[in-house]
T-cell receptor, first 121, second 110 residues
Framework: EAGVAQSPRYKIIEKRQSVAFWCNPI?????LYWYQQILGQGPKLLIQFQNNGVVDDSQLPKDRFSAERLKGVDSTLKIQPAKLEDSAVYLCASSLEGAMDRVEATNEKLFFGSGTQLSVL | GQNIDQPTEMTATEGAIVQINCTYQ??????LFWYQQHAGEAPTFLSYNVLDGLEEKGRFSSFLSRSKGYSYLLLKELQMKDSASYLC???????????FGAGTRLAVHP
C-alpha cells in the first residue's frame, strides 16, 4: 500500500515570497490533515479536511495561509507571503474515517507523509 | 480549550524500563494516541487507548484513565533505537481532531 506522498521534500525561500506544498493521501482515506512542526515542538494542527470540506481551520493563519482539497483527494497548502517564523516542517497526514460514526476506532490512526522542510531566510 | 502536559526530556539506560506520563484536558474525548518520532522523520503510530486500562503491544504498553485525564507509555527492555520523541495525542471533537503534545525526548544510553 502506498503511503502519504508529499512534495517538495525541502524548500528554501526568502521572506515575503510565496510557497506551496502538495500532498496525496492514502487512497480511500477520507480525512486529510496539515500540521506545522517547529523544531523542538510537537506538530500543530493547521487544517483538517473531511473529504473536500474543511472541518477545522481554527489555527490556520488565514491572512497568509490557505489550503484546498479539490475533489476530496490531494491537497495543497500555500503560504503567501512567508515570514521568518514560518520556518518549520509541514506534515500532511491522512486517516480512514475521521467522523464520530466510525466502526473501528483505530480507523482514526493517522498516517504521516515525510514532510516538507521549509526554511524562510 | 485543550491542554496536554508531558515531560520535555527523559534519559534511561539500555535494557531498563521507562514510563512517560501525559495529562490532558480536552472537550469531547474520543481516545488517546501515542506516536514515536525519530529526529528528522515523521511521527509513526505506537498505540491507541479508548477505554480505561492497559494496552500491551510487545515492549510497549499504554495506559489510560479517562476520569483522571491521564495516560502513560511504558517502554520495556530499552534499546538504543528507542531514542526518539514520544508524542501524546488525545482525539477529540465530532470530527476527531488529533492534537499533539510538545513531546518527550527520550535518550537511551549504554
Amino acid at each position: 500500500e502506498a503511503g502519504v506522498a508529499q512534495s517538495p521534500r525541502y524548500k528554501i525561500i526568502e521572506k515575503r515570497q510565496s510557497v506551496a506544498f502538495w500532498c496525496n493521501p492514502i487512497s480511500g482515506h477520507a480525512t486529510l490533515y496539515w500540521y506545522q512542526q517547529i523544531l523542538g515542538q510537537g506538530p500543530k494542527l493547521l487544517i483538517q479536511f473531511q473529504n473536500n470540506g474543511v472541518v477545522d481551520d481554527s489555527q490556520l493563519p488565514k491572512d497568509r495561509f490557505s489550503a484546498e482539497r479539490l475533489k476530496g483527494v490531494d491537497s495543497t497548502l500555500k503560504i503567501q507571503p512567508a515570514k521568518l517564523e514560518d520556518s518549520a516542517v509541514y506534515l500532511c497526514a491522512s486517516s480512514l474515517e475521521g467522523a464520530m460514526d466510525r466502526v473501528e476506532a483505530t480507523n482514526e490512526k493517522l498516517f504521516f507523509g515525510s514532510g516538507t522542510q521549509l526554511s524562510v531566510l | 480549550g485543550q491542554n496536554i502536559d508531558q515531560p520535555t526530556e527523559m534519559t534511561a539506560t539500555e535494557g531498563a524500563i521507562v514510563q512517560i506520563n501525559c495529562t490532558y484536558q480536552t472537550s469531547g474525548f474520543n481516545g488517546l494516541f501515542w506516536y514515536q518520532q525519530h529526529a528528522g522523520e515523521a511521527p509513526t503510530f505506537l498505540s491507541y487507548n479508548v477505554l480505561d486500562g492497559l494496552e500491551e503491544k510487545g515492549r510497549f504498553s499504554s495506559f489510560l484513565s479517562r476520569s483522571k485525564g491521564y495516560s502513560y507509555l511504558l517502554l520495556k527492555e530499552l534499546q538504543m533505537k528507542d531514542s526518539a520523541s514520544y508524542l501524546c495525542a488525545p482525539l477529540s471533537g465530532g470530527y476527531n481532531k488529533l492534537i499533539f503534545g510538545a513531546g518527550t525526548r527520550l535518550a537511551v544510553h549504554p
